[in-house]
């Protein structure tokens, strides 16, 4: 699990917008306050609390700080890979991975890189980065070097799965939505008028938690929970 430090800088951005986030949301609850007949303060302001501003900032906290700890365990994954590289280079064991081990780490790195290249679309950096390493373990094989292939042949496999494993994450949420433009503005309320809090790229998933006038208001993988126009993401 990542430190509470951690924790606190993957939640940091949903504390900055909450107030403004609280402000848009307690405002479409308004009209149901409304309606509400007079009672008690206590039992009026239970009635109308803005509790799905509080549900859907916890969710987009959840869903970041998820996000983070893949990326956390895969640092740690490549740290302790090349610490062990670096003691086998020290203690003369070069020859520890044969081509054999180089060539098989390389068959099942492409295989989950391409899966990974089709089932997570919204992660192209990465899989350029993992599609890198596939390249240059094979520069390290052609030139004899077996455990240098197979260091960055695991590391392209380490990538791949992280993705995959996000994708999977994805597949099951059954109202995810995708973003089909090239650039989606995740804003703070539901119109143009209000401040841009992200850009979402092509084929970004999002989570839909509600839609009022043409916008619907997500929560993103890794960022802040906000509102996009419904004309930017593909239709259910």
């Not at 009209?31 to 803005?50: I, N, T």
């Not at 295989?111 to 192209?124: K, L, M, N, Q």
């Not at 960055?152 to 994805?170: G, P, W, Y």
């Amino acid at each position: 699990m990542p430190q509470p430090g951690l924790r606190a800088r993957a939640l940091a951005p949903q504390r900055r917008c909450r107030s403004r986030l609280a402000a848009t949301l307690a405002s479409l609850l308004l009209p149901a306050c409304q309606s509400v007949p007079a009672a008690p303060d206590a039992e009026r302001a239970a009635r109308c609390e803005p509790a799905l501003d509080q549900a859907i900032i916890h969710s987009a906290g959840q869903e970041q700080v998820a996000h983070l700890e893949r990326q956390l365990a895969l640092l740690r994954a490549d740290l302790l890979q090349a610490e062990e590289f670096m003691v086998a280079i020290e203690s003369g064991l070069r020859g520890l991975h044969t081509r054999a081990d180089a060539v098989s780490s390389l068959a099942e790195a492409r295989i989950a890189v391409e899966r990974a290249s089709s089932a997570a679309r919204w992660r192209r950096d990465e899989v350029e980065e993992a599609q890198a390493k596939l390249a240059e373990a094979e520069r390290q094989l052609e030139a004899g070097h077996a455990g240098s292939a197979v260091f960055f042949a695991s590391r392209a496999r380490r990538i791949a799965d992280t993705l995959n494993e996000e994708a999977a994450h994805v597949a099951r949420n059954s109202s995810t939505r995708f973003v089909n433009t090239r650039h989606a503005n995740l804003r703070e309320g539901p119109s143009t008028h209000h401040e841009v809090v992200d850009v979402l790229g092509e084929d970004t998933p999002v989570f839909p938690e509600r839609e009022q006038a043409g916008w619907i208001l997500v929560r993103t993988l890794s960022g802040p929970a906000g509102w996009v126009h419904v004309s930017l993401l593909n239709p259910r």
